[in-house]
């Protein structure tokens, strides 16, 4: 198992899917890039998902305010001009669905996963930090004429007891 | 025969979009109740009656596998058909679900027409003619 290519592989997917189902829109994949913090300063909305299990990390999405309120609009069918509680839960909802099809590919590998419940950000000039000093994986979206990212980071977790043969690459299996 | 529908989701942007998909289905549905959680979803069928509840698996306070479990112990909801719409894709859960007796299952991101299917399954009555 190759953990970068399959989660890049897994969030595009994702991030089709629920555009094309949801919305009934299309976006177009754009560069993938391994950075090794969280996302620095920001002005716009960030939304974040905890996953949990042998392995844990994080997924999240970023856009400006003017995508999360397009996103909320065509969703909901209604009109969002501002960021407000709709617009945010809506956010919230994308990252979900877009982060829940992510983890429920890398269970076949990683086995069971529990996802959280999303926390969303808004604001001008934050900076966000994570105490996990794995890599993120990152990967922008273009919809329309403006972009968004969808970046996600794992790690074996700490407490993990039992190997994955098929991620370290060896066939032993602990007693 | 019109249908009463319960739908539970901590997200409320998923409620409206399952109320507009309801709506847009032309099954005829009477009332669509909403809950945020499986404790809201309960004090609700207390005091409703409903013929199917749509509900997401994980949500705060009550999530949807408890909900569930919930009705089928109880002996005036035990019947009540419960469809899972929700992320939540993995065998563990899908299969507690199935266990737990779950009527059917809806990953999301879902279309309007996979609801549509479901709601003929659990609701001929609703059909249009």
Aim: glycine share 8%; hydrophobic share 40%; charged share 20%.
């Amino acid at each position: 198992m190759n953990l970068k290519d399959d989660l890049v592989q897994s969030l595009t997917r994702a991030v089709e899917g629920v555009f094309s189902t949801m919305l009934g829109s299309q976006v177009v994949p754009g560069e993938v890039t391994v950075e090794h913090q969280a996302p620095t300063a920001n002005d716009g909305v960030i939304s974040f998902i905890g996953l949990a299990g042998s392995w844990a990390g994080t997924g999240c999405v970023t856009c400006s305010p003017a995508m999360a309120c397009r996103f909320c609009s065509q969703m909901l069918m209604t009109e969002a001009t501002s960021v407000n509680e709709e617009v945010l839960d809506a956010i919230a909802e994308l990252t979900n669905m877009i982060i829940g099809s992510v983890k429920t590919d890398l269970e076949s590998e990683l086995g069971p996963l529990g996802l959280s419940i999303p926390t969303v950000v808004f604001g001008r000039n934050f900076q966000t930090k994570s105490a996990s000093h794995a890599d993120w994986f990152v990967r922008r979206f273009q919809w329309d004429d403006d972009m968004f990212e969808v970046r996600v980071c794992m790690t074996p977790s700490e407490r993990s007891t039992t190997l994955q043969p098929h991620v370290l690459g060896s066939a032993s299996q602990s007693d | 025969m019109e249908s009463d529908v319960l739908v539970v989701d901590d997200s409320a942007a998923i409620r409206k979009i399952l109320q507009r998909v309801l709506r847009q289905t032309g099954m005829a549905i009477r009332n669509i109740y909403e809950a945020g959680d499986g404790q809201e979803a309960l004090q609700l069928l207390g005091q409703q009656k409903v013929n199917l509840v749509l509900t997401d698996i994980n949500m705060p306070k009550m999530d949807g596998l408890q909900l569930l479990a919930a009705m089928k112990g109880a002996a005036d909801l035990r019947t009540i058909p419960v469809v899972m719409v929700t992320t939540e894709g993995g065998e563990a859960k899908v299969g507690e679900a199935v266990r737990l007796g779950a009527a059917g299952y809806v990953r999301k991101p879902f279309s309007a027409e996979q609801i549509k299917e479901k709601l003929a399954d659990f609701l001929p009555g609703a059909i249009p003619s």
